[in-house]
């Protein structure tokens, strides 16, 4: 299909919420092209096999060689910019999210244990103030 759109591609005019503006014709080749951006490792085509994204009979390591050979000669269309930007403006609109997410993430068997430790300090500090203040 990505074959077909190369030979055929070309400036149309498409309607988007009453609006009209000048589309090219490379929707596969840039939805592949993300798809390639998304694969660097064969961990990653693991994960696109588990959320259904990718269906395939070949292994993990070939998805991955057949992607990364075919997005060196796929053309790049308005689509791929456009979905490339929307995911620029989510990462900017969620920076603060995703900061404190990445954090929690990292760090969080050591907040487990810190908050343990407090917890035990405090039980211990209000047994010695029973002993010392009895009611």
Excluded: W
């Amino acid at each position: 299909m990505a074959a077909l759109e190369a030979c055929t591609g070309t400036l149309t005019v498409a309607a988007e919420q009453g609006r009209h503006f000048l589309f090219n014709g490379f929707v596969i080749s840039s939805y592949l092209s993300v798809l390639a951006i998304l694969m660097d490792k064969e961990e990653d085509v693991h994960e696109l096999r588990a959320e259904h994204i990718v269906h395939s009979f070949f292994s993990d390591q070939e998805i991955l060689a057949f992607f990364m050979g075919l997005a060196r000669h796929l053309h790049l269309g308005l689509r791929y910019f456009a979905m490339i930007q929307k995911k620029e403006d989510y990462k900017n609109d969620r920076r603060v999210f995703i900061v404190v997410h990445r954090f929690l993430y990292h760090n969080l068997t050591i907040i487990v244990k810190i908050l343990s430790i407090a917890s035990v300090l405090v039980g211990i500090f209000k047994a010695i103030l029973s002993v010392k203040h009895p009611s």
